[in-house]
């Protein structure tokens, strides 16, 4: 196969790698022998009083967590489903489980009780470890699902003793209550106790499942993506190979992405383990000047990031108050990295921001800019190593097309998944012949260098979220006075796209967008949202009735042109 993107690698960098047999949590045990004093974690509020944990700690709670899940009955291939923001206890839940050869099923902790439940079940995770703050959502859940062994923890448990203390006099006048766990449940600390800090036998294989990614995919139904140990192993070395320069046991990583999500996974919290570098966790993104605090104090030298963020840092009020010089490279993925804010960060911190592209189903990372090479602005750059590329015909996926020429994106590398859990018919759509088909629409230059011409199909990106429609749909279906609903992303300067919703009534019903709204407020996460609802008599469609989505969002872009 032809690769001319091969001509602009960084030097340095090679297009083919060797991808040891092990799994995952193999490189935080290499890590602990060659770094073991090392700091694996900083976690608190972006200030002096934030702690530290080295890569020997970590390894230790690791271990402990692992064998105590272990006595619980949490075995080979069992699905341990995580209900937690950044913060150490992930990083300890996800690895553990790993030792365990069980499968992490994160769940986005932005989650109401309703989208919590669908995951659990379709996971069919007996074990689920979670925020006390969250903890009620899984009160709500549990007797519609298999779930066995709930373990809660606190966000304060990993701060230093005065931070805790200010954070407990603080939530204490705020809510003036503790939890109360059910009879049967556990406390995270509780469970370390139990468990012994050697490290569990259990043979785990590279081809053995390691997460389940959920994804709404091209149609809007969640399903998961199955990441095996040699995946993600291969995508942490592909990474580190893209990043000349980086040095082992001193690099710092902002994990201000989420954890549960793919991309931070790989790009922030595996890439830090095998490099022995520090994680600054950050708990919540949306609190800018902790984040600031976090770059200004501790010095990180990585940034992943979305475009979002990187836009609110340019145009955040008292910037100058902050150092920001120490950041050396910022990879951009999940939307699209508008050249004014990529030219903008770059002049203000001197680090390198380039663009990049991945899906849960490839790990997630298949290509990204050279980072000191020939970045070429408004694309997502070329293939990683080992990775190749076509643009396929959107109708068959059989033909490849020429160069320059729009068609769907379809990869194939080491960092492909196995296939999606438990769905053997989307399986086969997604994967033909050791391709992944994205769904994403893209041109491929001579060079090349790929641009995505149009997202997934339908999907929203609001603040770097993706927003599959039908989910959002399928809740104002179930309101007793709509008949039909559509959404659609509409173009927002602050989130990139916000959610429309157009509904039609019931005959002889009334409503108000609020009262949509509110029903919306208690079946959506925040990001899902439509901001604003418009009430209609019909709603556009083809022939055969299907909603003409499309048609509705051409209308808003001509309400915003004139």
Not at 139 to 165: D, W
Not at 457 to 478: A, C, H, T, W
Request: glycine content about 8%; aromatic content about 8%.
């Amino acid at each position: 196969m032809n690769k001319p993107w091969l001509a602009f690698y960084d030097k340095g960098v090679r297009p083919n790698l060797e991808y040891p047999p092990v799994p995952m949590h193999y490189f935080l045990e290499q890590t602990v022998t060659k770094y073991p004093d090392s700091i694996a974690t900083i976690f608190g509020n972006g200030s002096k009083l934030d702690a530290k944990m080295t890569y020997r700690q970590l390894n230790d709670e690791v271990n402990r967590l692992a064998n105590a899940l272990a006595q619980m009955g949490v075995k080979k291939g069992d699905r341990v489903a995580l209900y937690l923001p950044n913060c150490p206890q992930y990083v300890i839940s996800y690895y553990a489980t790993l030792k365990l050869g069980a499968i992490v099923a994160p769940n986005n902790p932005l989650y109401v009780a309703r989208e919590l439940e669908f995951q659990v079940n379709d996971a069919g995770a007996e074990t689920i470890i979670c925020l006390s703050r969250f903890y009620p959502n899984v009160q709500k859940i549990r007797a519609n699902t298999k779930l066995r062994n709930v373990i809660v923890t606190n966000i304060k448990e990993y701060f230093s003793p005065l931070l805790r203390l200010l954070f407990t006099v603080a939530k204490e006048k705020k809510e003036g209550h503790h939890v109360t766990l059910d009879p049967g449940d556990y406390w995270f600390k509780d469970v370390l106790a139990r468990g012994t800090p050697v490290k569990p036998n259990v043979e785990v294989r590279p081809e053995d499942t390691a997460v389940l990614l959920y994804t709404g995919g091209t149609t809007g139904v969640p399903k998961a993506a199955e990441i095996t140990h040699r995946n993600i192993v291969a995508n942490t070395l592909q990474c580190y190979e893209w990043l000349p320069g980086v040095e082992m046991g001193k690099e710092v990583t902002l994990t201000a992405l989420p954890l549960y999500h793919s991309y931070a996974m790989t790009t922030c919290m595996n890439f830090a383990v095998y490099v022995g570098g520090a994680m600054v966790l950050i708990p919540n993104p949306r609190e800018l000047v902790s984040v600031l605090k976090a770059i200004d104090l501790h010095k990180p030298t990585l940034f992943p990031g979305v475009p979002t963020l990187y836009n609110a840092i340019n145009n955040f009020p008292d910037l100058s108050k902050y150092n920001l010089k120490s950041i050396k490279v910022c990879i951009s993925g999940a939307a699209g990295l508008p050249v004014e804010v990529q030219k903008k960060f770059q002049d203000l911190t001197g680090a390198r921001l380039v663009e990049g592209y991945g899906l849960s189903e490839a790990s997630p990372v298949v290509t990204a800019n050279p980072v000191y090479g020939n970045n070429r602005i408004g694309t997502i750059g070329i293939p990683w190593p080992d990775t190749d590329v076509k643009i396929m015909d959107l109708e068959t996926g059989t033909k490849e097309m020429p160069i320059g020429e729009p068609g769907e994106l379809v990869a194939r590398g080491p960092q492909v998944m196995k296939g999606y859990w438990k769905r053997p018919d989307e399986t086969a759509k997604a994967l033909r012949d050791g391709w992944l088909y994205t769904g994403d629409i893209a041109k491929m230059d001579a060079d090349g260098y790929i641009q995505i011409v149009d997202r997934k199909k339908d999907m929203i990106i609001v603040s770097g979220f993706n927003v599959y429609p039908r989910d959002v749909e399928e809740v104002l279906y179930q309101h007793p006075k709509v008949l039909e609903a559509v959404v659609a992303g509409i173009p927002d300067p602050k989130s990139g796209e916000r959610v429309k919703a157009y509904i039609v009534l019931k005959p002889g019903q009334t409503a108000t967008a609020e009262e949509i709204m509110a029903y919306c407020r208690e079946n959506l996460t925040g990001y899902k949202r439509p901001s604003e609802i418009e009430f209609r008599d019909s709603l556009p469609k083809t022939a055969v009735g299907k909603i003409l989505r499309r048609q509705l969002v051409e209308e808003e872009k001509k309400k915003a042109g004139g």
